[in-house]
């Protein structure tokens, strides 16, 4: 950790280190994909009364990836026409974590996604910055000190100031030989392969929540939860606490739709060629509104 002296790390420990190329403490913004997420929500407590999310604020959610491969159109829609506060990507799985992996294996400075890297972020860095909007990914893969220090040196070329947050704690490589065996959903137990390459387990929320606090511009972290990319910011956003059940939830559920992106305005409909720029906006009374943006087709 010595070569990363300037970066906040946050981890199951609780470890922390600043990696800061710039000072910006300006609250910002970030999106999602071909559609996103504006959200404000009061919750009535159990004595009747309500702690007002909504009528104070509203925040604007935006995916740009639901993974590794997706469209590359769907950033630049988001950031030039988003009015986002907060922009994020998901672009892990089990086998994407597995190539990952193998590429870290051949060269120790990948096993990250170098797309987030050079094509979602380098092209529109500048913009993202005068915007304000603030990034949440978990492109860092098996390698999320080796994917900030790449964002590092995007944020250094443009000649920015920003914050990079990095969330670790996922990757149980170091504590391999205490683990034998894993409990199975029948309650039985089953041995684990002696032949193994990479075991991580899903973080949550909660350290994304942290990271924004402590005024992260961009926060990079291995494998998480896919909806705490959006339930991250949320927490953040509204002072959502960990007690917050029905809340926690109703950010998770907004989470999963957002981060499959263009799936929820119409991408996995049979016939979505027939209805160009096809939407749904699903609005509850204070709660969520989903959409997308304008001179999109429903499967951008």
């Given at each position: 950790?010595?070569?990363?002296?300037?970066?906040?790390?946050?981890?199951?420990?609780?470890?922390?280190?600043?990696?800061?190329?710039?000072?910006?403490?300006?609250?910002?913004?970030?999106?999602?994909?071909?559609?996103?997420?504006?959200?404000?929500?009061?919750?009535?407590?159990?004595?009747?009364?309500?702690?007002?999310?909504?009528?104070?604020?509203?925040?604007?959610?935006?995916?740009?990836?639901?993974?590794?491969?997706?469209?590359?159109?769907?950033?630049?829609?988001?950031?030039?026409?988003?009015?986002?506060?907060?922009?994020?990507?998901?672009?892990?799985?089990?086998?994407?974590?597995?190539?990952?992996?193998?590429?870290?294996?051949?060269?120790p400075n990948l096993g990250y996604a170098p797309d987030f890297v050079q094509v979602a972020l380098a092209p529109y860095i500048d913009d993202i910055?005068?915007?304000?909007?603030?990034?949440?990914?978990?492109?860092?893969?098996?390698?999320?000190?080796?994917?900030?220090?790449?964002?590092?040196?995007?944020?250094?070329?443009?000649?920015?100031?920003?914050?990079?947050?990095?969330?670790?704690?996922?990757?149980?490589?170091?504590?391999?030989?205490?683990?034998?065996?894993?409990?199975?959903?029948?309650?039985?137990?089953?041995?684990?392969?002696?032949?193994?390459?990479?075991?991580?387990?899903?973080?949550?929320?909660?350290?994304?929540?942290?990271?924004?606090?402590?005024?992260?511009?961009?926060?990079?972290?291995?494998?998480?939860?896919?909806?705490?990319?959006?339930?991250?910011?949320?927490?953040?956003?509204?002072?959502?606490?960990?007690?917050?059940?029905?809340?926690?939830?109703?950010?998770?559920?907004?989470?999963?739709?957002?981060?499959?992106?263009?799936?929820?305005?119409?991408?996995?409909?049979?016939?979505?060629?027939?209805?160009?720029?096809?939407?749904?906006?699903?609005e509850q009374r204070s709660g969520p509104v989903f959409a997308k943006n304008p001179k999109t087709t429903s499967s951008s």
């Amino acid at each position: 950790m010595s070569g990363f002296p300037r970066f906040l790390r946050l981890s199951r420990s609780a470890s922390e280190r600043l990696w800061r190329t710039g000072s910006a403490e300006k609250c910002v913004s970030s999106r999602f994909r071909a559609n996103f997420l504006r959200l404000g929500l009061a919750h009535q407590n159990s004595r009747g009364g309500s702690r007002c999310y909504s009528s104070c604020k509203t925040v604007r959610i935006g995916c740009a990836s639901g993974f590794w491969g997706d469209t590359t159109t769907s950033a630049p829609q988001l950031i030039y026409s988003g009015k986002l506060d907060f922009l994020v990507f998901d672009y892990l799985s089990e086998i994407t974590m597995s190539l990952l992996t193998a590429a870290r294996t051949k060269m120790p400075n990948l096993g990250y996604a170098p797309d987030f890297v050079q094509v979602a972020l380098a092209p529109y860095i500048d913009d993202i910055h005068r915007k304000g909007i603030r990034v949440v990914s978990n492109a860092g893969g098996v390698n999320p000190l080796a994917c900030a220090e790449a964002i590092q040196e995007v944020i250094k070329k443009a000649g920015l100031e920003l914050k990079v947050a990095v969330v670790t704690g996922d990757d149980l490589m170091p504590v391999r030989s205490l683990l034998s065996e894993v409990k199975m959903s029948d309650g039985g137990t089953q041995p684990l392969p002696k032949t193994l390459h990479s075991m991580n387990a899903y973080l949550g929320a909660e350290p994304i929540r942290r990271c924004l606090d402590l005024g992260a511009d961009i926060v990079v972290t291995g494998r998480c939860v896919d909806s705490a990319v959006a339930l991250g910011p949320l927490m953040h956003t509204f002072g959502w606490k960990r007690v917050d059940y029905d809340l926690l939830a109703a950010g998770s559920l907004a989470g999963h739709l957002i981060e499959c992106g263009a799936q929820s305005t119409g991408g996995i409909f049979t016939d979505w060629h027939q209805v160009p720029d096809w939407s749904v906006s699903t609005e509850q009374r204070s709660g969520p509104v989903f959409a997308k943006n304008p001179k999109t087709t429903s499967s951008s």
